[in-house]
């Protein structure tokens, strides 16, 4: 037998039904990898392109951005990216929502930059 408050519930889709611009959020992996070796150069290049093909975007050598879609899709790519560390070096994840993003101040070639675009929806694949 089930109940009306377990009927409702199962009635009801899994996580949200919208994208909030508090739930979006961004990940900022930045690192500082040694290059002094052959070997320490394709780790870091591996790592890098593992980063692309994670849907990370380069916005510096050494500082990846990705949106995404709540805690625990962040928590996720946390566990991929901890999975593919190279075995030297330090990473950082940065993570801020993407209200916090929009107020990011920009510097280019000594004249400030207009805010980036955020994207207009999230990828799905």
Request: charged share 30%; no cysteine.
């Amino acid at each position: 037998m089930t109940t009306l408050h377990t009927q409702r519930r199962k009635e009801r889709p899994e996580g949200p039904t919208h994208l909030s611009a508090y739930r979006l959020m961004w990940m900022l992996v930045t690192f500082d990898l040694p290059v002094d070796t052959k070997k320490h150069r394709a780790d870091a290049t591996r790592f890098r392109q593992f980063l692309l093909d994670q849907g990370f975007e380069r916005s510096q050598f050494s500082n990846y951005l990705r949106l995404v879609n709540g805690q625990e899709n962040f928590d996720a790519h946390v566990r991929r990216i901890g999975g593919n560390l190279p075995e030297r070096g330090d990473v950082f994840i940065f993570q801020f929502t993407d209200r916090q993003y929009e107020n990011i101040v920009r510097f280019s070639d000594q004249s400030r930059r207009r805010r980036r675009k955020n994207p207009e929806q999230i990828a799905l694949f």
